[in-house]
């Protein structure tokens, strides 16, 4: 598998990205800077944590509309795997490759701690080496991941399988005492309707080695190169 | 011209931040606010001199990039 990360101006999370999926992919990654206005032919297109243009209007806004995010919606539209992680979640509904979008937490609290997360379905080319209903334990560090999309959007996602990740207890309980941030029906993470791209708050490249503390992440990476080799 | 955009959140959508400013302006001793919302306030000068086009095109701008749809209204004056 071949990937490349989109660095943006304030983008803090790239280069650890770039390390998990090295050491999931064997190959190196290619980093691509916003001003770019070419993607590199690769199989996975990254879009890595941090506060890209500073949160500047709103978080993903000003990114959602840098010259290589016209690239990544074009390739998108033509079925271009595209992970976006916390901020790049945020970069992903912003840029309207995925429903919904992240609100303030609902405590106005910055939250870093690690979290449960309990996987909707393995059956997808981002989840495959996780196994549905598994609860994993990845980190989040956001002020904003507060999923918010009206009832009718969120009914139709469920319909059509589009939740991929929903915080919960250690036990895998969705309740109110598993969601950190207040997200609406505890989703932590949506594809889009061909499950193609990916957007999810928390980051797994923090919990993909053992010298981590955990390779609950690892094991996503794992599978994704597998899927894309 | 200038043009001046307000950005609300819309009916609906949860605001901690006005929430919060609300229990702070409670606790410094102002009685009766009942509900705060918080939104943005924006300022754009013009090279256009219609106001109709001027109106269309902060719209367009509004719609692309100034207000997440999602989740807020806008306003527009121009003028």
């Known amino acids: 598998m071949k990937a490349a990360v989109i660095v943006f101006p304030g983008s803090n999370c790239d280069r650890d990205i770039a390390v998990a999926l090295e050491q999931s992919s064997g ?16 199989d996975l297109v990254v879009i890595p944590g941090g506060f890209a243009y500073g949160d500047y209007l709103r978080c993903g806004a000003m990114a959602a509309h840098s010259p290589i995010m016209r690239e990544v919606v074009r390739a998108a539209g033509k079925g271009q795997p595209v992970l976006g992680i916390c901020n790049g979640f945020q ?35 981002f989840t495959s080496g996780w196994t549905t209903g598994q609860v994993v ?17 969120l009914n139709r996602m469920e319909d059509r399988g589009q939740v991929a990740l929903r915080y919960c207890s250690e036990q895998g309980a969705i309740d109110a005492g598993g969601n950190p941030n207040g997200s609406a029906r505890n989703i932590a993470g949506v594809f889009n309707d061909s499950k193609t791209v990916l957007g999810m708050m928390p980051h797994p ?3 993909s080695d053992p010298a981590l503390g955990g390779t609950d992440g690892k094991d996503m990476f794992d599978g994704i190169a597998r899927a894309l080799t | 011209m200038k043009a001046r955009v307000h950005v609300t959140l819309k009916n609906g959508v949860l605001d901690p931040q006005g ?38 095109s902060v ?10 749809t999602v989740i807020e209204n806008y306003s527009v004056e121009v003028g």
């Open chain 1, 27 to 42: 190959n190196p990654v290619t980093m691509v800077w916003h001003r770019d206005s070419a993607l590199p032919k690769v």
């Open chain 1, 205 to 207: 490249e923090r919990l």
């Open chain 1, 91 to 125: 970069v992903l509904t912003e840029a309207g490759l995925l429903p919904g979008v992240l609100m303030r937490n609902a405590s106005l609290k910055y939250l870093c701690k690690d979290v449960n997360l309990k996987v909707e379905t393995s059956q997808s080319l």
């Open chain 1, 137 to 153: 334990r990845i980190p989040i560090g956001h002020g904003d991941g507060n999923y918010f999309a009206d009832n009718d959007t």
């Open chain 2, 59 to 68: 719209k367009a701008m509004c719609e692309k990039l100034l207000a997440n």
């Open chain 2, 19 to 56: 929430k919060a400013i609300g229990h702070a302006l409670a606790s410094l001793g102002f009685a009766g606010v009942n509900d705060v919302r918080q939104g943005k306030y924006i300022e754009i000068e013009l090279a256009e001199t219609d106001p109709a086009k001027a109106r269309d």
